[in-house]
């Protein structure tokens, strides 16, 4: 996902800016939350029952699979708490993540 750096040109917003600063540009939760994350958040709830074959469709990588192939993939659906921290940036996964429901916030990395 090296494309997605182009978003935040502002690569060290939080080491180049006093905390006051930080807080003109973020809210004073999100920088809050940046400055004292070094980990991601633990989901709240898992589970590894398969989706629904129409709802894995959705998603443009996946939707030419057959349910043969799709039911051959690892299925596990994470869920997580408001303001969690899901991704670190430049953190390396095993996994392809996609956003079933809800919103997630991108902020720049710190």
């Known amino acids: 996902m090296n494309w997605f750096k182009d978003f935040f040109p502002l690569k060290n917003i939080l080491h180049d800016s006093s905390e006051a600063g930080v807080t003109d540009t973020l809210s004073k939760k999100q920088a809050r939350i940046l400055l004292e994350c070094v980990e991601c958040t633990a989901p709240i709830a898992e589970s590894n029952e398969p989706l629904d074959f129409?709802?894995?469709?959705?998603?443009?990588?996946?939707?030419?699979?057959?349910?043969?192939?799709?039911?051959?993939?690892?299925?596990?659906?994470?869920?997580?708490?408001?303001?969690?921290?899901?991704?670190?940036?430049?953190?390396?996964?095993?996994?392809?993540?996609?956003?079933?429901a809800g919103t997630v916030t991108v902020l720049p990395n710190a």
């Open 54 to 100: 129409v709802k894995i469709q959705q998603f443009v990588p996946l939707r030419h699979l057959d349910k043969q192939a799709i039911s051959g993939l690892a299925h596990k659906t994470l869920t997580y708490a408001e303001q969690s921290v899901i991704l670190i940036y430049e953190q390396t996964a095993d996994y392809v993540y996609y956003l079933l």
